[in-house]
């Protein structure tokens, strides 16, 4: 007695994962793009206030753009003049040591950024450098 397996009936032991790689696949392109649109300045927040003087971190924003400028915050500073604009807002006498973070278009030139690295560490404060911009 030959009896014959049919085939229809067979089971197959893996899981077809074509369709879960492309909804893993569009999630991760989702996520990227609007990490890239997210941008921490836009979100104004009323933080609260202490009764008592504490200190804080001290935050100073510097911009560089692709003609060479320079802002502190909104104010455009002239290159020979950043030292002493950002001495106005670094107190060398303070025992929280400020931070310079540095925002920079993605054509501007990286000696610049440098260059503002140098005089924030030379004043005595930490730097981070983050790159902007569409090319």
């Known amino acids: 007695m030959g009896l014959k397996r049919n085939k229809l009936r067979e089971s197959h032991d893996e ?3 074509g369709p879960l790689n492309d909804i893993l ?3 991760l392109m989702f996520f990227l793009m609007i990490s890239t649109l997210a941008n921490p300045n ?4 009323s933080t609260p206030r202490a009764k008592s003087d504490t200190k804080s971190k001290q935050t100073v924003v510097v911009s560089v753009d692709k003609e060479r ?3 502190i915050g909104a104010k455009k500073i002239f290159p020979d ?16 040591k400020p931070s310079v973070v ?6 501007a030139q990286w000696g610049e ?5 140098k005089i924030a560490r ?3 404060a930490t730097t981070s450098a983050t790159v902007s911009g569409t090319d």
């Open 15 to 17: 899981v077809d994962t």
């Open 25 to 27: 696949f569009i999630l």
């Open 42 to 45: 836009v979100v104004k927040v």
């Open 69 to 71: 400028n320079f802002y």
């Open 81 to 96: 003049s950043l030292e002493s604009a950002l001495k106005k807002y670094i107190n060398e006498g303070d025992s929280i």
């Open 102 to 107: 540095i925002n920079a278009d993605s054509s």
């Open 113 to 117: 950024v440098v260059k503002v690295m």
């Open 122 to 124: 030379h004043l005595g």
